[in-house]
């Protein structure tokens, strides 16, 4: 089932209206390239729909989460991100503490090594998230 469908059935169920403006957003998010704030989709909605508020981004954001299409990250700087959340594509994060740049990068060595943690403890990996944090190439450098 596509995102918008699985979002209609659940706005159905919880007994909210689709509105435009949420299907806008829904559309906007669903193809931002970034972790990006409430604020960084609100900003970006605005432009083309001046009449969506921050209120209803970030509403709307929470029932994405809610839904299980989207994903709330918070990288240690006080705010929250959001990214779709994709079945088939698991990445860890690169975080930068200086300028807030975030770099997705998938390492197998990794993922194979944190399986033979949890089978060598017998435990079951349900979930997790693995974030470095350092100074991106840029910042590094100054």
């Not at 699985?6 to 209206?17: E, R, S, T, W």
């Not at 957003?25 to 990006?36: E, G, P, T």
């Not at 709307?60 to 989460?65: A, I, R, Y």
Request: charged share 25%; glycine share 4%; with cysteine.
């Amino acid at each position: 089932m596509d995102q918008a469908k699985i979002f209609n059935a659940f706005m159905i169920h919880k007994g909210l209206k689709t509105t435009n403006q949420r299907k806008a957003i829904l559309n906007s998010f669903l193809h931002s390239r970034s972790h990006c704030s409430t604020e960084d989709l609100y900003l970006k909605l605005r432009k083309k729909h001046p009449k969506i508020g921050y209120a209803t981004v970030h509403r709307t954001l929470k029932l994405l989460v809610e839904c299980g299409i989207a994903i709330e990250q918070n990288f240690g700087d006080g705010h929250a991100r959001f990214e779709p959340l994709r079945a088939d594509s698991h990445h860890d994060h690169l975080v930068c503490q200086q300028c807030g740049l975030i770099i997705e990068f998938e390492e197998p060595q990794i993922e194979e090594l944190q399986n033979q943690v949890a089978a060598a403890y017998q435990f079951t990996i349900r979930n997790h998230r693995h974030e470095l944090y350092g100074l991106c190439f840029r910042c590094a450098r100054k």
